[in-house]
């Protein structure tokens, strides 16, 4: 029997010893142990219950400890109690990144692990659970386990398996993905103990060992597992099935389960020098096969791909791609260790595939080009991370990174002469074009999606834990960041000189677990380079380089040339020489700081480019060009484009497109906007949108200008200093004393500067920043003493902090903000928090408000607070756009934006002293209709009129089209104070109706920076 320790003394002495494992990994650390590796032999015996989706079986393990040091405990993962209730670590992640699928889950689609019963050489041990984490436990050894002796560590066990729309380990009906399933001991190195909770979104570390599982299941299954098939009459049935599957022409539609078989079957198969075992079963799956030779050996390897009638068309090439990826990894990285590669088509969510020793599963595909690039870059991590086991949970860069490298070289390879983009992301032909992205290959792409949250400096650095990345960031950074930056150091070292790096870690480290040290260490050995810049700044950290030509002149023998780095990293880049828009040569220049000169010997050139043809390290190229004569010779020509483009640094784009708008008083308006604004986010962004206003004959319109400065290692990571000038009619016509008619029209100039305070490097979904604005209106007027127009001046200045929570299912804004006006300063506070209560996320929304007058001399009452939301006359700022500002009656009349007390229902009353008010909505099953309520109270409230009370409220429901950005408002319940006054006013039910029509929460600009994070 197992001894369980009682659970809180147990939870201390977990906590007390992660405590002592962490120590004890930094001493080691810095005593620099020797290397050394763990291994574990395997024998499984499991029985599949596909009635109740249930394994049982029996786990036995041959432990050798190879370290120098004495062990007297054994840290195990149990992976599938991940799935068994809203406090593991992986429901927590998942949440995080809004899924609540397993949150919300009932226990029936739940997975676990249990009936453990561990015993060491056939006694009982004492086990203790980790407090924090059930998928962790420490085996407490009876005697301790000294260096070069082995331990038999044996335990049945049961697993519940889980739906597979959580994570990896799952089924669908009677289709089994079979993965960390057993019970597995954790690593020992030399920095210690290294016990993990199961992630989706961070992978694993695991001891190299043997396995022997034998698989106990209906005999009409079909599996495919990690390894070799050993039971003859299963290789005679698979081979049946290859044959079979090999004779289809047409497939049926037809996915149906069949019945599982009464008779059951006993498969085994076994494989040496791996850190793990999956297996995949399913009644359904064809199987194509082919056998190819490894070039260097002449090996031969069995290549399968097992489908079934999902995407069965998809398929047909699949294991020709299967064999492709491990004929170029074995000529690329090392020979191809194993006699078996597998893809199976397979549902999983843990991303589009996953990889485990010898075989990979994929999910659904949207493309043959999709599928293709699933299956490389899956059986490629049979290298990265099967071969050589690198902390994928530590290191993720190391696997995933370098791994991406490889599998975007082969497409590179393949695509070479097609169109990669048409392909891959299957967009017709005229938008590749429009778009300027018809000579994109897969490393522009990737390099796309890196820049994308680099140009907002919102990447993260390039060795944290999986955990610590946000999504976004866990694929730019990790996946498309490392394998850009590979491209350019092969660039650098030159392709033969980086495979003799890369050939020689794999002959140095397969079946072994390197480190980031012991990669750097064998390419700087075999480049005879110091490396340092590459391996422990472009790889690990977030810095950047950003270089310039930013002189050129004539010598003897060439150019000399004045290169100028305004980034953080030394590194090197490369510099090319063009003529007539021809390339002529390009040099690499060794890595430097501030500014250095080069000497390029060429004949005439007309100009330089850093950065190009070949990627060098720049994180922006739009200042790399310099001409080798004239003036203004760091000026590209002009390139108009209508829309917007994919940024090209040999030109000054400028885009183009119609604009129409409207409000009562220009009434339709047409125009057009000039802009510079693209996919990535360029330093400075400008927007220029003139405009005619057909009913006031006047010209109106607004403009956007932005300068983002980008800050690393101090308080504030970014400043953006960004100005919006608007003109526009603001009301209808006026006669004045001679019956002439005068229009009220107005210029606003707000200028804005937000300091964004540096982000956590770890989960940055919290952002805090201050704001300093400046905001100058003036309003055309008429003055009937004496008989004239003039501008009125207005000026104000706000301060505002600001602190937003991006959490995908509890997001939540803060803004506190005084303004001072000429006569009056307040100050007031907002808070807007949305929370998941149920499985439709986002179900409720909250908002708090309060502000107060700080002082008043002379106070003319423009900027009270008011107990609705605001109307159009209500925006003294000028910095919102209402199509009928003030407009008193009509259609335009009922729109509004949340403000101040924020009621939905009409109430005109206003405040120069303190207001508070609470706002919330809740969904409905109904899809966009919401229930709203509001309530405010101010000073005085229950003086307004006889028999007031302190409060004022209302409730109905909403229609929500787009989110904040256009919904629909009906009041249905009201308090008295507010029924009187519609009473007095002849207010019906539809003149209650008041929406949001706020394009600018849509506007493309704006989605792309908040979708950048």
């Known amino acids: 029997m197992i001894k369980i320790i009682n659970r809180k003394f147990a939870g201390i002495i977990s906590m007390c010893s992660f405590c002592i494992c962490q120590l004890a990994s930094t001493a080691f650390a810095n005593n620099d142990k020797a290397y050394f590796q763990q291994q574990v032999e395997y024998k499984i015996s499991v029985t599949l219950d596909d009635k109740k989706h249930q394994l049982s079986g029996d786990a036995e393990m041959k432990y050798i400890n190879h370290s120098p040091d004495i062990l007297t405990e054994i840290y195990f993962h149990l992976w599938p109690n991940a799935y068994k209730d809203r406090t593991s670590a992986l429901c927590k992640q998942l949440v995080s990144e809004g899924n609540i ?501 060429t004949d005439d050139a007309d100009y330089f480019l850093a950065d190009s043809p070949d990627y060098s390290f720049d994180y922006y190229p739009l200042n790399n060009f310099c001409r080798s004569r004239g003036i203004f010779r760091r000026f590209n020509k002009v390139e108009f484009s209508f829309l917007s483009k994919y940024e090209n640094p040999l030109s000054t784009q400028l885009f183009y497109l119609p604009a129409i708008g409207y409000n009562s008083y220009n009434g339709l308006m047409a125009g057009v906007i000039l802009h510079n604004i693209s996919a990535l986010k360029k330093k400075f962004e400008f927007s220029l949108m003139p405009m005619y206003g057909f009913k006031s004959r006047t010209p109106a319109g607004t403009a956007m200008f932005n300068y983002s400065f980008l800050l690393d290692k101090t308080f504030i990571d970014r400043i953006d200093v960004t100005a919006n000038p608007r003109y526009f009619r603001a009301d209808r016509q006026y006669l004045n004393s001679r019956n002439e008619f005068y229009n009220q029209d107005y210029f606003s100039l707000p200028v804005h500067i937000k300091f964004r305070v540096a982000r956590a490097y770890c989960k940055p979904d919290v952002e805090y920043s201050f704001r300093v604005s400046n905001i100058l209106n003036h309003i055309r007027q008429y003055e009937y003493k004496p008989d004239h127009l003039y501008w009125q001046r207005r000026m104000y200045q706000q301060v505002a902090l600001l602190r937003n929570s991006y959490s995908q299912t509890d997001p939540s804004t803060v803004e506190w903000m005084t303004e001072r006006g000429e006569d009056y300063i307040k100050s007031q506070i907002s808070v807007e928090k949305e929370f998941t209560l149920t499985k439709h996320k986002k179900d409720l929304y909250l908002r708090f408000f309060a502000g107060t007058f700080l002082y008043k001399n002379n106070y003319d009452g423009e900027a009270n607070f008011t107990s609705s939301a605001w109307m159009g006359r209500d925006d003294y700022l000028l910095q919102e756009f209402f199509s009928g500002r003030n407009d008193g009656s009509g259609f335009w009349s009922h729109q509004m934006v949340m403000r101040a007390g924020g009621m939905k229902a009409y109430y005109p009353v206003k405040t120069n002293h303190w207001m508070f008010g609470i706002n919330t909505s809740v969904k409905t099953p109904l899809p966009g209709i919401r229930v709203f309520a509001d309530l405010i109270s101010f000073y005085k409230a229950s003086a307004v009129t006889p028999g007031a009370s302190s409060v004022r409220y209302d409730a109905g429901i909403c229609l929500s089209i787009f989110k904040d950005a256009v919904e629909v408002y009906l009041p249905l319940v009201i308090s008295k104070e507010i029924k009187t006054y519609y009473d007095l006013n002849d207010y019906k039910y539809t003149d209650r109706i008041r929406f949001v029509f706020d394009l600018h929460k849509l506007n493309p600009v704006r989605l792309r920076d908040l979708y950048s994070r």
């Not at 050996?297 to 491990?326: M, R």
Request: hydrophobic share 35%.
């Open 101 to 601: 699928q397993l949150y919300f889950a009932p226990d029936s689609l739940r997975g676990f692990m249990d009936e453990l019963d561990f015993k060491v050489n056939n006694k009982p041990v004492t086990v203790v659970y980790d407090s924090l984490n059930a998928d962790i436990c420490r085996l407490i050894l009876n005697q301790p386990l000294k260096p070069e002796d082995s331990i038999t560590i044996t335990t049945p066990f049961r697993v519940k398996i889980p739906d597979a729309k959580f994570s990896r380990l799952g089924h669908i009906g009677d289709s089994y993905m079979i993965s960390q399933w057993y019970p597995k001991p954790a690593v020992y190195d030399k920095f210690g103990w290294h016990p993990m909770p199961y992630l989706s979104q961070g992978e694993f570390y695991s001891e190299y060992g043997s396995f022997d599982v034998r698989i106990t299941l209906p005999e009409n299954y079909v599996v495919a597992a990690s390894g070799y098939l050993q039971t003859p009459s299963e290789i005679e049935f698979i081979k049946n099935k290859i044959a079979e599957s090999s004779s289809v022409t047409t497939y049926n539609s037809d996915n149906s389960f069949p019945i599982s078989s009464d008779k059951f079957k006993t498969i085994q198969f076994v494989i040496d020098s791996v850190h793990d075992f999956a297996w995949f079963a399913d009644k359904r799956f064809h199987i194509s096969h082919k056998t190819i030779q490894l070039p260097q050996s002449g090996k031969q390897v069995e290549c399968y791909a097992y489908f079934t009638n999902s995407q069965p068309y998809l398929w047909l090439k699949a294991v020709s791609e299967v064999a492709d990826a491990v004929r170029f990894y074995s000529e690329k990285v090392g020979e191809y260790p194993y006699g078996i590669c597998t893809a199976v088509d397979g549902t999983l969510a843990a991303g589009v595939g996953m990889e485990y020793p010898t075989i990979t599963v994929i999910g659904n595909s949207t493309s043959e080009a999709d599928l293709c690039e699933s299956i490389t870059h899956e059986v490629g991590h049979n290298w990265f991370y099967g071969i050589l086991g690198s902390n994928e949970r530590d290191h993720a860069w190391m696997d995933e990174g370098i791994n991406s490298f490889y599998e975007i070289s082969l497409r590179d390879f393949k695509y070479k002469d097609k169109n990669y983009i048409r392909d891959y992301l299957q967009l017709p032909e005229w938008m590749i074009k429009k778009a300027g992205v018809e000579n994109l290959k897969p490393f522009d792409l990737n390099n796309l999606f890196y820049q994308l949250l680099a140009r907002q400096n919102n990447d993260q650095p390039g060795d944290l834990s999986s955990s610590c990345y946000t999504p976004l960031n866990y694929g730019a950074v990790v996946y498309s960041k490392t394998a850009v930056n590979f491209y350019s150091l092969k660039k650098y070292l030159g392709d033969s000189l980086f495979d003799s790096c890369m050939q020689q870690y794999f002959q140095e480290w397969k079946f072994k677990h390197p480190s980031p040290d012991d990669i750097r260490q064998v390419f700087e050995k075999v480049s005879g380079k110091s490396l340092n810049w590459f391996f422990k700044g472009v790889i690990t950290s977030k810095d950047k380089s950003d270089f310039k030509i930013v002189g050129v002149k004539k010598v003897s023998n060439g150019y000399s040339l004045r290169l100028k780095n305004s980034g953080q990293l030394s590194v090197p880049v490369s510099i090319s020489a063009y003529r007539n828009n021809q390339f002529l040569k390009s040099v690499w220049v060794e890595p430097f700081s501030n500014k250095t000169d080069v000497t390029f010997t």
